[in-house]
């Protein structure tokens, strides 16, 4: 995998225009090393989207306040869980402090971008950011830093940041929606809100499976490239060996015509001699 060759890493530390060329550069040098596999790998590398960038450089630069808004995606979670288990939770309280945190990073990511004089879109920032931080995989990826395009979650967790306001503000008044003594309200929204958990997980396992598909599709693409490349560096070894036999074709076909033209002068001579 590209993850584990040297060099890639200082690829996404590069602005978006300049990777691809950054990227070839790195390929065409572990080819020249014998690592094919490493070159293949790191071929196959996509340049990061602006977003994707900005989303980069923040934790690369600001990983504390990055793994800060995580653990409170992790915290809001456990809330939430705790709150429609009919256990006594601030749900309120864990989800104002998880958007916080989220809205804190994106105007950090805003910066960057206006930094570099480039316009972000803040709801793609917030919901990449939102998704990292309601799935501990996500999370990872954004952590590692080398991201070519934002984020989607693939738990549903990151649901949590749209959650029913009304549902919340029960949780937080009763400390319990799903208690025996709760309301026929309350139990509704608690149920509202797994519906909409359990329909955002299938979106997400739907969107994860579409990733795959496409990932699996660029892989082929990448190989028939190689392949494609093989050939063509193949065929002009080829062409360059063909016009070395026609180069020393023609110096023995011109050392043949000097010979001849020798023998004659010598038999012409041995004529006048004789």
Known sequence: MADDVDGVDELYDLEPGAFVAARDQLAKRLREQGDRAG?????????????????????????AEVEELLELGRAAAAA???????????????????NDALHRVAGLAERLLDERGS???????????????????????????????????????????????????????TGEATAPDATADERAAAERAADERAAAERAADERAAAAARRAAAEERVAAALDGVRDAEAALERAREA??????????????????????????EELRRLG
């Open 80 to 98: 939430q869980e705790q709150a429609l288990s009919g256990g006594s939770a601030d749900l309120r309280g864990a989800l104002q402090a998880r």
């Open 119 to 173: 316009t972000g879109d803040r709801a793609v920032l917030l919901d990449a950011l939102s998704a990292a931080a309601g799935d501990e995989e996500v999370g990872a990826e954004l952590l590692a830093a080398r991201l070519d395009r934002p984020p989607e979650a693939r738990s549903g967790l990151e649901a949590l940041g749209s959650l029913d306001v009304a549902l919340a503000a029960s949780l937080a008044a």
């Open 242 to 267: 063909h016009r070395r036999l026609e180069a020393e074709l023609e110096e023995l076909a011109q050392a043949h015509e000097d010979a001849v033209a020798s023998l004659r002068d010598a038999e």
């Open 39 to 63: 070159a293949t790998a790191v071929r196959k590398l996509r340049r990061p989207t602006v977003t994707a960038w900005a989303l980069n450089q923040v934790v690369r630069r600001h990983r």
